[in-house]
C-alpha cells in the first residue's frame, strides 16, 4: 500500500515556475515507477512526465523543455519542477505510483496509487 500526497499547487502568471511535490508513505517508495498527470475542466486527465526506479524520464511533448521529473527515494518524494509556465498549464495535478517500477507509462491505467491532486492555475 502507498499514499500519495501533492503539495506546491497555486497561482503563477504566465512564464513563472512552480514546483509539486508528491510525498509518498511506505518503505517501498524507491521499487516503484512514478508519474504526473494533469486534469483540466471538462477535459480528460493527460500524462505530464514519469519517472522509472532507475531515474529514466518520459514526457508528454506539450511540456517538453519546461518541466522535469525527478525523485529523491531518501525523503520518498517525487518532484515536478515547472517553469515557463501557460495558461493552458491550467488543471488539477495528481501524482501516480505504478507497481511496475522499471516502467514509464503515459497510460492511467498502468498506475495502481493516485494522489488527491494539487492546484495549479496559471494566468495570462
Known amino acids: 500500500q502507498l499514499q500519495l500526497v501533492e503539495s506546491g499547487g497555486g497561482l503563477v502568471q504566465a512564464g513563472g515556475s512552480l514546483r509539486l511535490s508528491c510525498a509518498a508513505s511506505g518503505r517501498t517508495f524507491s521499487s516503484y515507477a512514478m508519474g504526473w498527470f494533469r486534469q483540466a475542466p471538462e477535459k480528460e486527465r493527460e500524462f505530464v512526465a514519469a519517472i522509472n526506479r532507475n531515474g529514466n524520464t518520459y514526457y508528454a511533448d506539450s511540456v517538453k523543455g519546461r518541466f522535469t521529473i525527478s525523485r529523491d527515494n531518501a525523503k520518498n518524494t517525487v518532484y515536478l519542477q515547472m517553469n515557463s509556465l501557460k495558461p493552458e498549464d491550467t488543471a488539477v495535478y495528481y501524482c501516480?505510483?505504478?507497481?511496475?517500477?522499471?516502467?514509464?507509462?503515459?497510460?492511467?491505467?498502468?498506475?495502481?496509487?493516485w494522489g488527491q491532486g494539487t492546484q495549479v492555475t496559471v494566468s495570462s
Open positions: 501516480a505510483a505504478a507497481g511496475n517500477g522499471y516502467g514509464r507509462s503515459a497510460r492511467a491505467g498502468t498506475y495502481d496509487y
